[in-house]
C-alpha cells in the first residue's frame, strides 16, 4: 500500500486552497464576514464530518449507521469530562473524544458485526438510547440538568472564539475527507466495496471482512467522536437532549444519500447543500418544518436518485467526470 | 427497601407490562422476523395510533380500545401501500439493505415531525372508565389501565396466531421469505402476500398504539423508545416466531419492572438495550429460532 498522491494532486491543492482562505477569513478578517456566518458555517463544517464519517460504514460498506448522535455526544460528553476534571484544552479534548468514539465503534462493531448487517443498525439505534441513559444518570456530567462550559471570549489570534471554532472545524472537515478519499482510494477502500457488492462472494475470495468491518466502525467512531468534541465550547452549555438529537443522526444518513454514498465527495456535497438550507430555514422558516423537509428529501432521493447527485452528475456528463 | 410486596408487584407489573410490549413488538415480529422487512418505523406507526386514540377521544369521547380496533383497517391499507412502495423502489432492484432502511428511518422521522407539528411536545393522554382504578388484595395492586391493555393484547396475540398457524394466506406468510419459488408453485403470489403480511403488521399498530396510551401519557418522540424493546423482543423471539414474542415480551417486562422498582426508573431503558446485546452477542437465533 503506497501513500497516494505526495506530489500536488487537485484533491491536495484544493485542501489547501480551502485551508488558506480559512485562515485568511478567520485571522486576517478578509471580507469582514458576519460572525453568524461562522456560527452557521461551523454547523455545517460539523455535518461534513459526520456526513463523511457515517459514509465510510455506509456508503463503501452498506452497513447503515443509526447511532450517529450517540458518537457525537459521547465525543462531546468525554470532552465535557476532561473539562471537569483539569480545564484540559481544546487540543486534547478532540484526539481523547476522537479516542473514545473509536473504541466504542470498535466495541459496537465486534459484538454485531459477525451477523447480519442489520443488526448492526438496529444495535446502534438502540446504542443512541442506552447512552443517553446513562448520560442522564451520570451526574458528573451535569446529568440530566446539563453542564456549563466556560470558553474565552477570544482566541488569538482569531478574534471571536467562534472564528477560532470554526477554523479548527474547517481543519477537522479537511480531516476527515482525506481520511475518507484516502481509504477510498486504497486497497482497504476495495475490500469495502467488495463487502458491500457480496460479502459472502468476499469473504471466498479471502477479503478479511470481519478485519475491515472493524476496522470501518473505528475510524468512523473517531470521526464522529473528533466531530463532537469542541461542540461543548460551541453552545457553552450541554444537556443530554440537545447533544443526541435525533437530527444529526438522520443527517448523518440523509447528507451521503442525497449527495451520493458511493465517494467521498458524496457526503461532502450533500452536507453543504442539507446543512446550509437547514441553516437558512431555521432561520427564516420554522425549525419544525426545517426538520421535515430533511425527512422528506431524504425518503424521495433513496427512491427516486439512489445515486445522489454525484450520480445523477456522473450520468449528465457521461461518466467523464471521475472527480478522483 | 426489599419487601416481598414489593416483588409481587414489580412482577405482575412486569407481566402486565410485558405482555404489552409483545403486542407492540408483534407488527415487527411478522415484518421483520416472517418477512423479512426490517422497519425500524415500526414504533413510529404505534405512536400515531396513539394519536389517533387521543384525537378520537378528545374530540368525540370514543373508546381509545375501540378507536384502535376501527382504525385497524386503516392502517392494514396504510401497512399494503407502503410494502408496494417499498417493493418498487428497493426489494424488486435488491437494494432494500442500505436504500430501505433509511427509507424507514425517513418514514419515522416524518411521523415524529408532522405529530410535533399538529401535536406539539405535549404529553396526551385518554380518558376512559377503566382508567385510574385499582384492585388491591392486601399489599399487592392490579391497576387497570394497566390489566385490560393486557387482555386485549393477549386477545390480539391469539387472532393473529391462528390466523398464521390455521390458514392458507397466514401461512404463505409465514413461508414467503423462506422460499418464495415454492410458494409461486404453491399459486400464490409472493408480493401479494408480503403486501397482506405487511399491511397486518402494521395493523396491529394501530391497536398496540391505543394500548400504549392508555397506559402511560404518549408525546411523538417516545416512539424511538420503544424501538430498544421491539427489536429486543424479535430478536429475542428468536426471529419470526409468534409465541416466542410473548415470552420476550413477558421477560422484557419482567426484567424492566424489576430493574424501576429496585434500581431506579431512569435506568429502565438500559434493561432492553443489554437484552438486545446479549442475546446478539450470545444466542442470535432467539430463544425459539429455527
Known amino acids: ?324 | 427497601m426489599f419487601t416481598v410486596d414489593l416483588l409481587f408487584n414489580a412482577l405482575i407489573a412486569g407481566v402486565l407490562l410485558g405482555g404489552f410490549y409483545a403486542a407492540v413488538s408483534l407488527g415487527l415480529t411478522v415484518s421483520f422476523g416472517q418477512l423479512n422487512i426490517v422497519n425500524i418505523a415500526h414504533p413510529a406507526f404505534v405512536i400515531l395510533g396513539s394519536y389517533i386514540a387521543y384525537m378520537c377521544n378528545s374530540l368525540w369521547g370514543l373508546d381509545p380500545i375501540l378507536t384502535g380496533i376501527i382504525f385497524i383497517p386503516v392502517f392494514f391499507l396504510i401497512g399494503a401501500g407502503a410494502y408496494r412502495l417499498y417493493y418498487e423502489s428497493f426489494e424488486r432492484k435488491d437494494d432494500e439493505a442500505l436504500r430501505g432502511l433509511a427509507f424507514f428511518f425517513g418514514v419515522m422521522f416524518i411521523i415524529e415531525v408532522a405529530l410535533i407539528m399538529v401535536y406539539g411536545v405535549d404529553f396526551r393522554t385518554v380518558q376512559a372508565s377503566y382508567i385510574g382504578q385499582s384492585w388491591k388484595a392486601g399489599g399487592i395492586g392490579v391497576p387497570t389501565r394497566m390489566f385490560v391493555p393486557f387482555c386485549v393484547a393477549i386477545a390480539m396475540f391469539s387472532a393473529v396466531y391462528l390466523y398464521m398457524s390455521r390458514t392458507f394466506n397466514g401461512r404463505a406468510i409465514k413461508a414467503v421469505a423462506q422460499d418464495r419459488l415454492a410458494l409461486q408453485l404453491m399459486g400464490a403470489d409472493p408480493v401479494k402476500i408480503k403486501q397482506l403480511g405487511f399491511g397486518i403488521s402494521i395493523g396491529t399498530a394501530a391497536l398496540a398504539g391505543a394500548l400504549l396510551i392508555i397506559i402511560i401519557p404518549v408525546e411523538p418522540s417516545v416512539g424511538r423508545l420503544y424501538i430498544g424493546q421491539v427489536f429486543a423482543i424479535a430478536v429475542l423471539a428468536g426471529l419470526g416466531s409468534i409465541p416466542g414474542t410473548l415470552v420476550a415480551g413477558l421477560i422484557l417486562g419482567i426484567a424492566e419492572s424489576l430493574v424501576s422498582t429496585f434500581f431506579g426508573p431512569s435506568w429502565a431503558p438500559a434493561v432492553a438495550f443489554g437484552i438486545l446485546l446479549a442475546a446478539l452477542a450470545f444466542r442470535p437465533q432467539g430463544l425459539f429460532g429455527r
Open chain 1, 1 to 324: 500500500m503506497k501513500w497516494p498522491a505526495v506530489k500536488l494532486s487537485p484533491f491536495w491543492l484544493c485542501a489547501a486552497v480551502i485551508a488558506l482562505l480559512g485562515i485568511a477569513v478567520t485571522i486576517f478578517d478578509l471580507f469582514n464576514i458576519n460572525t453568524f456566518i461562522f456560527f452557521a458555517g461551523y454547523v455545517v463544517l460539523q455535518y461534513v464530518v459526520l456526513a463523511t464519517a457515517w459514509n465510510i460504514m455506509g456508503g463503501y460498506m452498506g452497513y447503515v449507521n443509526f447511532g450517529t448522535a450517540g458518537f457525537f455526544a459521547v465525543g462531546a460528553y468525554a470532552s465535557v469530562v476532561l473539562y471537569n476534571l483539569f480545564q484540559a484544552p481544546l487540543a486534547l479534548m478532540i484526539p481523547f473524544a476522537g479516542v473514545v468514539c473509536a473504541l466504542l465503534g470498535l466495541a459496537m462493531g465486534y459484538l454485531t458485526l459477525r451477523l447480519r448487517g442489520v443488526f448492526f443498525a438496529i444495535a446502534t439505534l438502540a446504542m443512541a438510547i442506552v447512552l443517553e441513559t446513562l448520560i442522564i444518570n451520570w451526574e458528573f456530567v451535569g446529568g440530566a440538568t446539563g453542564a456549563y462550559i466556560l470558553r474565552s471570549r477570544e482566541q488569538a489570534p482569531f478574534g471571536d472564539y467562534i472564528e477560532f471554532l470554526f477554523f479548527v472545524m474547517l481543519l477537522l472537515a479537511i480531516f476527515a475527507v482525506s481520511v475518507a478519499r484516502w481509504l477510498e482510494l486504497s486497497r482497504t477502500g476495495r475490500g469495502f466495496v467488495a463487502i458491500r457488492d457480496d460479502e459472502i462472494a468476499a469473504e471466498c475470495a479471502g477479503v478479511p471482512t470481519l478485519r475491515l468491518k472493524l476496522i470501518a466502525t473505528t475510524v468512523s467512531g473517531f470521526l464522529m467522536g473528533v466531530a463532537g468534541a469542541p461542540f461543548a465550547l460551541y453552545v457553552s452549555f450541554i444537556e443530554p437532549s440537545s447533544a443526541f438529537n435525533l437530527i444529526y443522526a438522520v443527517n448523518a444518513i440523509a447528507m451521503p444519500m442525497i449527495g451520493g454514498a458511493t465517494t467521498w465527495l458524496g457526503p461532502v456535497i450533500g452536507a453543504l447543500l442539507l446543512g446550509t438550507v437547514q441553516q437558512v430555514a431555521t432561520v427564516t422558516i420554522s425549525s419544525e418544518l426545517n426538520l421535515l423537509i430533511v425527512g422528506v428529501v431524504l425518503v424521495f432521493f433513496v427512491i427516486v436518485a439512489p445515486e445522489g447527485i454525484v450520480g445523477l452528475l456522473k450520468k449528465w456528463f457521461g461518466g467523464r467526470r471521475d472527480d478522483r
